[in-house]
């Protein structure tokens, strides 16, 4: 019965990501000559950061309120449900005042204005924090479940993780939508696997003491009355929250996708994911004859080798690490991106400074240290961290909903007539977050300090900053434009040449009116110089060299149509680092002319030009001979 429920179960989800593999543009796709993510794309990237909850938080809310977090993750996957529907009103919000991406942050300095954005920046960078302290500390943790290995080693695996990802960042080297899509379908196969093997080998007395989770709350509240029923509903939630944590990252990436809707698509993804993996795994693992006191830090890990077999414990423990380390980088990055805006806002040059891989390594050495700290102050508690992360988490749950509050009194719905959610059900779901909020802060000292500090340091700092420099006072400097290069290609007639050049590396040897040198560049360096008319200058797109390329080739392939256009590469040459990426890029440029077939494609090598002393002696060896 195992064995085929297991093989049927498989066959059916390698057909279905065989499928997905097939499906063209399933990640992103150029349009306008931009390169946008998909909704698909973007929910994957959350999905991902909320699947390494599933590791830890099911043990820390027993720890609070017993076989009661089977009920009340259930309830908080519900509540976040309702929360995503108010973050897509402020994806479209952003969107229709063109505030692309940043998230609390935008929305809060939007509504409020330079002060509660700070308090917004505090919040988001605790959770920052603290997803990266509990996701190593975790990762370590069950990776190590099945081995001999003692506290000293581990403090050594915790900070060694924490750093080996500060130096993959600093280097420039970050995974991308394919690697995480790759990573998911492991993780997808192994955890719907675990779910299939809770169910097959559930012991008799589970299915009681699920039950009994939802009907000890339903007895206590009705004999209780309503102020007890609020007081369990705010700690129980309160427990749970962390079990959705990263939820907020989607509006974070809204400037990576073509509109709202596609963040509503993703939050929907996520609730028919996530939304329901995390509730039926933490049911399963939490009403299963463990002991949970000796397994507080690996109960997932543990699990599934009770229900499956220790290679499949190590399986699972492995495949958490690898997500939870994930979860790392993702933090770095996006506090990174979050530090870069706030210091590009307020002229703080000093902190955003690059080194030659375009790496905001001065921000990623900071968060190392910081990360390092942490971990050291809490002697790598998971419980103590857990305690401290939902602290930040709902605070900037608070402050979204609460800017949205304010923007919906004085707004109303004239703006927002496509997308918009009932005030009164928004008042609701504040005072629910406010009163966990509230209550954490009064049992969890350690989280109330860190929040704490980190809002007084901000303000202190910002608040001057704010008055003397602000984004209205700030010149920004303007880039070509995709449609700039395709008016001018468009008045000549003939083939066309495009020569895609690095900075630096650029030698314009055909000033024909029908080529055009295209140059990418990190917003992050300055703007490459102009060389010729003919040479134009664009952001790097969606983080990817290969997805700028491809945006600018399908607006060429779309607005000159039948005519030549020969498409032209050149060999980095600069460092060993760089060579040794030319197979992975050239192995992207391959896809293109299955892509392209109209195109002609050609990869050369210009050496260098002769110099007089060298072609004098060349003329004298043929005058010789």
Same mark, same amino acid.
């Given at each position: ?85 108010? @973050? ?36 988001? @960078? ?89 009907? %000890? ?59 329901? =993996? ?47 380390? @994930? ?107 406010? #009163? ?79 080529? #055009? ?49 020969? =498409? ?5 040459? %600069? ?14 440029? @391959? ?14 090598? %210009? ?19």
């Amino acid at each position: 019965m195992t064995f085929l429920a297991l093989f049927w179960l498989n066959v059916g989800l390698l057909a279905l990501f065989a499928v997905l593999v097939q499906r063209e543009g399933l990640l992103g796709f150029a349009k306008g000559g931009k390169w946008y993510l998909t909704w698909f794309a973007t929910g994957l990237i959350t999905l991902m950061d909320e699947l390494t909850s599933i590791f830890y938080v099911p043990a820390e809310a027993h720890r609070f309120i017993g076989t009661r977090a089977i009920f009340f993750i259930a309830i908080t996957s519900l509540l976040m449900r309702v929360l995503s529907t108010r @973050m897509v009103e402020i994806a479209q919000i952003l969107e229709l005042h063109d505030l692309r991406g940043g998230g609390v942050y935008s929305f809060s300095y939007f509504v409020l204005g330079p002060v509660a954005s700070f308090v917004a920046v505090a919040s988001i @960078m605790v959770d920052y924090i603290l997803t990266a302290c509990i996701s190593t500390v975790s990762a370590v943790y069950n990776g190590t479940a099945f081995l001999p290995m003692g506290p000293a080693a581990q403090y050594v695996l915790i900070f060694a993780a924490v750093w080996a990802v500060a130096g993959l960042n600093i280097l420039g080297i970050r995974e991308n939508a394919r690697v995480t899509f790759g990573i998911f379908i492991v993780a997808a196969i192994v955890l719907l696997n675990l779910i299939a093997l809770g169910v097959l080998h559930i012991d008799p007395q589970s299915p009681h003491v699920i039950y009994e989770s939802g009907a %000890s709350v339903v007895r206590d509240v009705r004999h209780h009355g309503l102020p007890h029923a609020i007081a369990t509903l705010t700690t129980g939630v309160a427990f749970c929250v962390l079990a959705y944590s990263g939820i907020e990252s989607v509006i974070q990436t809204a400037g990576l996708v073509e509109s709202w809707r596609d963040i509503s698509k993703a939050y929907w993804f996520l609730a028919l994911t996530v939304g329901i =993996v995390t509730p039926l795994i933490s049911a399963l693992a939490l009403s299963a004859p463990v002991d949970f006191a000796a397994h507080e830090e690996d109960l997932i890990t543990h699990w599934a080798a009770v229900v499956g077999n220790v290679p499949f414990g190590v399986l699972v423990g492995v495949l958490g690490s690898v997500i939870l380390i @994930m979860a790392v980088n993702t933090a770095y990055v996006a506090s990174s991106e979050l530090l870069e805006r706030v210091a590009h806002r307020y002229n703080l040059n000093w902190l955003v400074a690059t080194n030659r891989r375009a790496s905001l390594y001065r921000i990623h050495i900071l968060n190392g240290l910081m990360y390092s700290g942490i971990i050291v102050l809490t002697k790598a508690s998971q419980a103590i961290l857990a305690d401290m992360y939902a602290i930040g988490l709902l605070a900037s749950f608070c402050i979204n909903i609460g800017c949205l509050l304010i923007y919906r009194y004085f707004q109303g719905t004239k703006e927002i007539r496509d997308y918009h959610t009932s005030r009164a059900g928004t008042l609701a779901l504040e005072t629910i977050l406010l #009163a966990c909020f509230f209550y954490l802060a009064a049992h969890k000292p350690y989280g109330v300090a860190l929040w704490g500090g980190v809002v007084t340091v901000l303000l202190c700092l910002g608040i001057p900053l704010s008055r003397r420099y602000g984004p209205e006072v700030k010149e920004v400097r303007r880039s070509d434009y995709p449609m700039e290069m395709l008016l001018a290609l468009g008045e000549t007639d003939g083939p066309v040449d495009v020569y895609f050049r690095r900075p630096g590396e650029l030698d314009l040897e055909n000033r024909s009116p029908n080529a #055009a040198f295209v140059t990418f560049f990190s917003p992050r360096q300055p703007i490459p110089e102009k060389l010729a008319p003919n040479h134009y200058r664009f952001p790097i797109q969606g983080g990817s060299v290969y997805r700028s390329i491809r945006a600018i080739l399908a607006l060429l392939a779309e607005e000159l149509e039948g005519r030549r256009v020969h =498409v032209h590469f050149g060999w980095p040459t %600069s460092s060993w680092l760089d060579r040794m990426a030319v197979g992975v890029f050239v192995a992207s440029l @391959m896809r293109l002319p299955k892509a392209f077939p109209k195109f002609v494609f050609s990869m050369d090598y %210009s050496g260098p030009a002769d110099r007089p002393a060298d072609a004098a002696a060349s003329g004298e060896r043929v005058a010789g001979s």
